[in-house]
């Protein structure tokens, strides 16, 4: 799924008035068992409260709204679509072993682009460490091939338009803060344990 085409999907959901559901998360509450019970559940209620505020606009927009509320309904609608979105990615990639075999095309995309896999992954987590709330993605240009670890600050600043994001991260502080502090770098590395390389490199198809 590429961000430019969300945006046509964005555009598209508004006017048909889709309602969506959210997606059940709790199997990573077994799966996952170095992240804290009660912090998964609290992100997956922040997770809901983002599909509510979708559906609510969907609603509002399909009423009979003046210029200014129009306006205002289409510049919160971004935000809380990427923030639906992002989250589901990101809970998409997770629960898994957190190994990448060598054979797999992503893999030697990633070595031969950084050198080694360590590096790759050095990389994400210095990009990870940058301050700030937001998201770290691995993206893939299909018609560069190439691959880009970027920070996305907040939901909608610093998307790459025309990339498919692979590995999703989420940094905000309601992700890691009430069991890992400040320290992002166990974060990040507990997450790692626990990514689906198999989710993350179907995205490449």
């Not at 599909?51 to 606009?57: C, D, I």
């Not at 460490?129 to 691995?138: A, H, K």
């Not at 990040?188 to 390389?197: C, G, L, P, R």
């Given at each position: 799924?590429?961000?430019?085409?969300?945006?046509?999907?964005?555009c598209?959901?508004?006017?048909?008035?889709?309602?969506y559901?959210?997606?059940d998360?709790?199997?990573?509450?077994?799966k996952?068992?170095?992240?804290?019970?009660?912090?998964?559940?609290?992100?997956?209620?922040?997770?809901?409260?983002?599909?509510?505020?979708?559906?609510?606009?969907n609603?509002?927009?399909?009423?009979?709204?003046?210029?200014?509320?129009?306006?205002?309904?289409?510049?919160?609608?971004?935000?809380?679509?990427?923030?639906?979105?992002?989250?589901?990615?990101?809970?998409?990639?997770?629960?898994?072993?957190?190994?990448l075999g060598?054979?797999?095309?992503?893999?030697?995309?990633?070595?031969?682009?950084?050198?080694?896999?360590?590096?790759?992954?050095?990389?994400?987590?210095?990009?990870?460490?940058?301050?700030?709330?937001g998201?770290?993605?691995?993206?893939?240009?299909?018609?560069?091939?190439?691959?880009?670890?970027?920070?996305?600050?907040?939901?909608a600043?610093?998307?790459?338009?025309?990339?498919t994001?692979?590995?999703?991260i989420?940094?905000?502080e309601?992700?890691?803060?009430?069991?890992?502090?400040?320290?992002?770098?166990?974060y990040?590395?507990?997450v790692?344990?626990?990514?689906?390389?198999?989710?993350?490199?179907?995205?490449?198809?």
């Amino acid at each position: 799924m590429k961000f430019i085409f969300s945006f046509i999907v964005i555009c598209t959901v508004a006017l048909s008035g889709v309602e969506y559901e959210p997606k059940d998360y709790t199997y990573l509450i077994e799966k996952m068992p170095k992240i804290d019970k009660k912090l998964q559940k609290i992100h997956f209620k922040l997770y809901q409260g983002y599909v509510a505020n979708v559906n609510k606009l969907n609603q509002l927009l399909e009423s009979d709204l003046d210029s200014f509320a129009f306006q205002a309904v289409k510049r919160r609608y971004g935000w809380e679509y990427d923030g639906m979105m992002l989250h589901q990615l990101y809970f998409d990639n997770l629960g898994g072993n957190g190994r990448l075999g060598k054979n797999r095309i992503l893999y030697k995309k990633i070595v031969k682009q950084f050198g080694s896999f360590a590096k790759w992954k050095d990389d994400v987590i210095r990009t990870a460490l940058v301050r700030g709330i937001g998201w770290v993605i691995l993206y893939w240009d299909s018609e560069t091939d190439e691959l880009t670890n970027a920070w996305i600050q907040e939901h909608a600043l610093g998307l790459l338009a025309t990339n498919t994001p692979l590995l999703v991260i989420d940094l905000w502080e309601h992700a890691y803060l009430c069991q890992f502090g400040l320290n992002r770098k166990q974060y990040m590395d507990t997450v790692f344990s626990y990514i689906d390389w198999n989710v993350v490199s179907k995205r490449m198809q």
